[in-house]
């Protein structure tokens, strides 16, 4: 019995690259079916005739849309993609902001408890508690310039 597998080289890389070809057909069409229904302002009969059209004859279907519609599948890929950048960018801005600063009350609170445990004075309670109540939560401390401490 002769087991001869007679396929050169030269048909090994032909069938690889009609393969590949045909990899990128079906994204494209995918692709294209996508961008059919993220467009918001063609109407669902220009929908529903666009998705038999490129269903039907597929390969005529994908020349003619990308033809008629390519440059605005670009377009809505442009701003599909700045869209959830900018969801992206404010989930990460609330979500950094959330939890960082305690609450007006929680200052209150705390500063309530150290001017009872005599830690503070009634007025720096009250400067601070000032301070808590107009929003400047910022504590001042020795800038760059403050005399060094004396006897040192």
Known sequence: MYLAYDYPLLDVFWTMLWFFL???WLILLFRIITDIFR???MG???KAGWTMF????????VLVYVIARGKGMGWREIAQARAQQRDFDAYIRKTASS?????SVDE???LSELRSRGDITAEEFDRAKALVLTG???TPGPGP????PPGR
């Open 22 to 24: 045909w990899i990128l």
């Open 39 to 41: 467009d918001d302002g």
């Open 44 to 46: 669902g009969w220009g």
């Open 54 to 61: 490129v269903i039907l004859l597929p390969f005529l279907g």
């Open 99 to 103: 939890g960082t600063r305690p609450s």
């Open 108 to 110: 209150l609170t705390r």
């Open 136 to 138: 400047d939560r910022t």
């Open 145 to 148: 310039s403050a005399p060094p």
